[in-house]
């Protein structure tokens, strides 16, 4: 049975004057102890999809008109508030793109790390416990940096803090949106690497939300890739990576700079993704897609499965 089964997802927000759909009959899986890459431009309904996971958008003026979230057999959509409290963290945890705004910076990080132990699991509410966490995560000086506040930390180093945050409470599905975004190269490569190794130690699933392809290779087991609120291919990282189906996919990744390569500009993908309540007909890519055919600006395709675990979105392509 899968950790994480989303069905046929839609998310609307419902405004005093109009409803917006961000996500679109989004369905996806993930196994225990497996990693899935959700990849796409901003815009395209990643975090929208991910934040649903736990009901971590308000209602109103988020809205659910139709699918299913079961998260270890636990229907999400029909939880109550209380019920959603003890599958927070507990079940599913969270780390965001951008540490220092998540951080509260008048606590010190050895308190802000005890409280979510506190919340979760009482008996380890400890310094020791925490001291276990930090050093798990990588942070050097563990004893110095558990009295430290965030502002006395870099970037990277807070991003281990609030993994560390995230895992005291042993949550069976850890979601990284964007982890790596507000830091340097050097640093995103460290916290990718964090991320394979916690993997391999605590056998726990991933989802890793990000609109960079050139981190996912390594980490992620199957690749989900969204555009305008809609999954348009799914598959083997490896094999989507290297043989990508749907053009958006193709598109993308021609678009990641290549180490070597000889080349006089970067390759970019045309215009913009759709904003929500203006969807293209037909297919969504097809204003920016290089082979549209006449039949793409009126017929909407639906996800096909293509066979060895692809699915894809583009009839022209299959």
Known sequence: MPLLDIQDLHVEFRQTTKTVTAVDGVSLQISPGETVGLVGESGSGKSVTALSIARLIPSPPVAYPKGRILLDGQDVLAMS????????????????QDPGSSLNPVFRIGSQIKESLQRHRPSAATDSEVLRLLRLVGIPAPEARIKAYPHEMSGGMQQRA?????????????VADEPTTALDVTIQAQIIDLLHTLKSQLGMAILLITHNLGIVGDLADRLVVMYAGQIVETGPTRTVLTQPKHPYTQALIRSVPQLGANTDHLISIPGNVPSPGAFPTGCRFHPRCAQAQPSCRTIAPSLQDRGDGRSTRCPVMA
């Open 81 to 96: 508030q209380v019920d959603l409290r003890q599958i927070r963290g507990r079940i599913v945890s969270y780390v965001f």
């Open 162 to 174: 609030m993994i560390a945050m995230a895992l005291a409470s042993q949550p069976k599905l850890l």
